[in-house]
């Protein structure tokens, strides 16, 4: 497969990112192949790499937390393995500069779509086990995930900011916010989103940034939460 020097210079900055080093980049290049760009792409490596992932996540929440039940302990892992968090841990490692799409892909952003990033990031775990061993990938999700384990919210069992909006915006039977992207800058690793989340009959747009659509709709929906939790107490209060 042939690699121009910029996409050459991303893998290697991406690898040290994930503190190991191919020694078969082929295992790489196609682990960050979409079936966009050729039929030999990430499809089987993304069926490996998804179990690699849901194991070592299942193994760090056993050993971290000896006193949870079963139920508690899926929870916390569907929490953590889910295509928003590991699109998030490809943005960081710049993962989206070294995928291989096709012109299509290319033309429509697909190096930033959360869905590609995704089954990107589980195929580059496969494919460090293919080119290892169970044990190398296993540490390298260890070092993505360890802090994530580590700062969990228990108190919202594990759910994210929309989530948890959407749950308190039910319980007092408003309706469901709307976001809106407000503005859009950049590409790739330089990407800028503005997103509103509008609670609609209660009066309150809230804004927030991020360097993706989806870190941008989180941020403004913990935004949210924060104030329905604060002005709707105090509006029971009064009455």
């Given at each position: 497969?042939?690699?121009?020097p910029?996409?050459?210079?991303?893998?290697?900055r991406?690898?040290?990112?994930?503190?190991?080093?191919?020694n078969?980049?082929?295992?790489?290049?196609q682990?960050?192949?979409?079936?966009s760009?050729?039929s030999?792409?990430?499809?089987?490596l993304?069926?490996?790499?998804?179990s690699?992932?849901?194991?070592?996540?299942?193994?760090?929440?056993?050993?971290?937390?000896?006193?949870?039940?079963?139920?508690?302990?899926s929870?916390l892992?569907?929490?953590?393995?889910?295509?928003?968090?590991?699109?998030?841990?490809?943005?960081?490692?710049?993962?989206?500069?070294?995928?291989?799409l096709?012109?299509?892909?290319?033309?429509s952003?697909?190096?930033?779509?959360?869905?590609?990033?995704?089954?990107?990031?589980?195929?580059?775990?496969?494919?460090?086990?293919?080119d290892?061993?169970?044990q190398?990938?296993?540490?390298?999700?260890?070092?993505?995930?360890?802090?994530?384990?580590?700062?969990?919210?228990f108190?919202?069992?594990?759910?994210?900011?929309k989530?948890?909006?959407?749950?308190a915006l039910?319980?007092?039977?408003?309706?469901l916010?709307?976001?809106?992207?407000?503005?859009?800058t950049?590409e790739?690793?330089?990407?800028q989103?503005?997103?509103?989340?509008?609670?609609?009959?209660?009066?309150?747009i809230?804004?927030?940034?991020?360097?993706?659509?989806?870190?941008a709709?989180?941020?403004?929906?913990k935004?949210?939460?924060?104030?329905?939790?604060?002005?709707?107490?105090?509006k029971n209060?009064?009455?």
């Amino acid at each position: 497969m042939k690699t121009d020097p910029r996409r050459l210079a991303a893998m290697q900055r991406m690898q040290q990112q994930l503190g190991y080093q191919f020694n078969d980049i082929g295992w790489l290049q196609q682990a960050l192949t979409h079936r966009s760009y050729s039929s030999r792409n990430n499809e089987r490596l993304e069926f490996v790499g998804d179990s690699v992932l849901n194991y070592t996540v299942a193994r760090m929440l056993f050993d971290a937390f000896p006193k949870l039940s079963e139920g508690e302990l899926s929870r916390l892992r569907a929490s953590l393995v889910n295509e928003g968090t590991l699109a998030d841990i490809a943005i960081k490692i710049n993962l989206g500069d070294c995928l291989y799409l096709g012109t299509g892909e290319l033309k429509s952003g697909g190096f930033n779509r959360p869905s590609i990033l995704a089954d990107a990031m589980e195929a580059v775990f496969a494919a460090i086990n293919f080119d290892a061993d169970f044990q190398t990938a296993e540490k390298v999700v260890q070092s993505l995930f360890k802090d994530r384990i580590r700062t969990v919210d228990f108190s919202n069992q594990g759910k994210d900011a929309k989530t948890l909006l959407q749950e308190a915006l039910q319980a007092r039977r408003f309706a469901l916010p709307k976001y809106r992207i407000e503005e859009q800058t950049g590409e790739g690793n330089e990407a800028q989103f503005v997103v509103s989340c509008d609670l609609g009959e209660l009066g309150w747009i809230g804004r927030a940034q991020g360097n993706s659509r989806r870190l941008a709709e989180q941020a403004a929906a913990k935004e949210a939460v924060a104030w329905l939790e604060q002005n709707y107490s105090q509006k029971n209060k009064k009455k």
